[in-house]
């Protein structure tokens, strides 16, 4: 069946723009997480949502930061008045939660953004 | 607060060369280590997911294991197409996965 997918696959913004970003869930899971991944480090958890509870956003670097998540599937991090440090490939993953399968997690290909 | 270090940080093996990679954990109560696959330019793709001190998995080359401190992710025979950088991540305290920086490995024809 059809993975996570992202979109854009590339985005290239100035310094000071808002952002967003999308990503389709796979069909089923009720968990589905951002993070970040900065050149040559690992990844960075930004946000979780699982079904109808409040979004975990302990991750959420600043104010700028914030995601939506729509019927149960697709969601959108939007970043405003993006900076240069937000440069990374934001990524996102899907689970189904809890059971066997534990948090094994689904992951994009990815969005990478840079700010100039 | 949940921690995990990779090591070493980069691997350069020779076709058929064994080796191991090391990821230490700190977690209040583990919930799952996971180790995945990174090509360039694309995003991680699950390989094993381990629960308890002792357990073992297998895939082709790859076979990972795991103490109350530690895992490895043995590679037995290399070939080239096993170039990548592998991810250990644990499910600890917080229901999100704390990742490692990461072992970029090439293997060499």
């Known amino acids: 069946g059809a993975g996570v997918s992202q979109s854009p696959s590339n985005k290239v913004t100035e310094k000071g723009k808002d952002v967003e970003l999308r990503c389709d869930p796979i069909s089923g899971h009720t968990a589905l997480y951002w993070y970040r991944q900065s050149l040559g480090q690992g990844l960075e958890f930004l946000i979780y949502?699982?079904?109808?509870?409040?979004?975990?956003k302990s991750g959420l670097p600043s104010d700028r930061f914030s995601a939506e998540r729509t019927g149960g599937s697709v969601s959108t991090l939007t970043i405003q008045r993006t900076q240069q440090e937000d440069s990374a490939v934001y990524l996102c993953a899907s689970s189904l939660e809890g059971g066997q399968g534990g948090f094994k997690q689904y992951f994009g290909p990815g969005t990478r953004l840079t700010v100039t | 607060e949940d921690q995990v270090t990779q090591s070493p940080e980069a691997l350069r093996l020779q076709e058929g060369e064994s080796s191991s990679l090391n990821c230490s954990y700190t977690v209040s109560g583990l919930r799952g280590l996971f180790w995945y696959r990174q090509d360039p330019g694309k995003g991680p793709e699950f390989l094993f997911t381990l629960y308890s001190a002792g357990e073992e998995k297998e895939k082709e080359r790859l076979k990972a294991t795991l103490t109350k401190k530690e895992s490895f992710l043995h590679i037995t025979a290399p070939k080239p197409e096993d170039s990548a950088t592998y991810l250990c991540?644990?499910?600890?305290?917080?229901?999100?996965?704390?990742f490692g920086s990461g072992t970029q490995l090439t293997v060499l024809p």
């Open positions: 991540a644990v499910d600890g305290s917080a229901r999100q996965l704390t």
């Open positions: 949502f699982q079904g109808n509870s409040a979004p975990d």
